[in-house]
C-alpha cells in the first residue's frame, strides 16, 4: 500500500532542509543528541490507538505536558531549539521535534530515519501515564507499545537500541549513569553490554532487562548485537512508525 502523506507546500519544504542544517550544527556543537532524540520520542509515544489522541502533535509545548513526570528535563531540549525554531516560524512544533529526532539520530552515527513533514499542532496535551515506565517487565512494555501504539516487539525490541544515545539522571528517573561506554555514539553497542551483563558504571533498567527475559524479544537482542546493520534498518523502520503515529494516511481512518 503506497502511503499518501499530508501535501506541504515547496517553501515548507525548503524551511525544513535549512532547519535540518541548523540542527545539526547545534546537536553537534552541544553534544545535545540524547535529549533530542527523548524529546521525540515522549512526543510521540503518548498516541493511544483506540482514543486516537496523543502522538507527535507539538503538544510539548505545553508547561501542562512538560509537567508530567517521565518528562523531567524536557524543557532543557526545548530551550536549546528555541533560537533555531524562531527562524522558522512556518515548520509546525510538530515536526520540528520530530525533525529534531531524527538529526539527533543521524548526527551521532546512526540510520538515516526518513522524515515526512505535514503534522499539524494539537490544542490539547494527552493526559499523563501514557509512556513506559522503566521499572516495569514485558507485559508492560506490551500494554503501551502493541496495545496502546499499535507497534510490535520488533519495534520494541529496536526502539529499546536508542538508549545507546545517552544516560539516565538521578533527579529525572532516579536512576543513574549511561547504557554504554560512548553515549553519544549510535551503534549497536547497547545490546551487546546487555548481553554482557551488568558492569560497574553503566546501567540497566528493568525495563532492559525484560528483553533479555521475554522468549519473544530476547532473539531479536541477541540478532541486533551480532549485526548492526540489521538493528539500523529495523530501527529506522520503528522510529519512522513511531513519529507517524495518528498521521491520516491512504486507507486509514481518522
Known amino acids: 500500500m503506497v502511503k499518501n502523506y499530508p ?3 515547496e517553501e515548507y519544504l525548503k524551511a525544513v532542509e535549512k532547519a535540518k542544517k541548523k540542527l545539526r550544527g547545534l546537536i553537534a556543537e552541544k553534544n545535545c543528541a540524547p535529549i533530542m532524540l527523548r524529546l521525540a520520542w515522549h512526543s510521540a509515544g503518548t498516541f493511544d490507538q483506540c ?3 496523543g502522538g507527535p502533535f507539538g503538544t510539548m509545548r505545553f508547561d501542562a505536558e512538560l509537567a508530567h513526570g517521565a518528562n523531567s528535563g524536557l524543557d532543557i531540549a526545548l530551550r536549546l531549539l528555541a533560537p533555531i525554531r524562531e527562524q522558522f516560524p512556518t515548520i509546525s512544533y510538530a515536526d520540528f521535534y520530530q525533525l529534531a529526532g531524527v538529526v539527533a539520530v543521524e548526527v551521532t552515527g546512526g ?8 503534522r499539524p ?8 501515564g501514557r509512556l513506559p515506565d522503566a521499572t516495569k517487565g514485558s507485559d508492560h512494555l506490551r500494554d503501551v507499545f502493541v496495545k496502546q501504539m499499535g507497534l510490535t516487539d520488533q519495534d520494541i525490541v529496536a526502539l529499546s537500541g536508542g538508549h545507546t544515545l545517552g544516560r539516565c539522571h538521578k533527579e529525572r528517573s532516579g536512576f543513574e549513569g549511561p547504557w554504554t561506554e560512548n553515549p553519544l555514539i549510535f551503534d ?3 545490546f551487546k553490554e546487555l548481553l554482557s ?3 560497574e558504571g553503566l546501567l540497566q533498567l528493568p525495563s532492559d532487562k525484560a528483553l533479555l527475559a521475554d522468549p519473544s524479544f530476547r532473539p531479536i537482542v541477541e540478532k541486533y548485537a551480532a549485526d548492526e546493520d540489521a538493528f539500523f534498518a529495523e ?3 520503528a522510529h519512522l512508525k513511531l513519529s507517524e503515529l495518528g498521521i ?4 486509514e481512518a481518522c
Do not use: I
Not at 248 to 251: D, G, Y
Open 235 to 237: 530501527y529506522a523502520e
Open 7 to 9: 501535501t506541504v507546500s
Open 51 to 53: 482514543s486516537r489522541t
Open 197 to 199: 551483563g551488568e558492569k
Open 111 to 118: 540510520p538515516e530515519v526518513p522524515f515526512h513533514p505535514g
Open 248 to 251: 491520516c494516511r491512504f486507507a
Open 121 to 128: 499542532d494539537k490544542a490539547e496535551p494527552p493526559v499523563e
Open 188 to 190: 549497536n553497542s547497547y
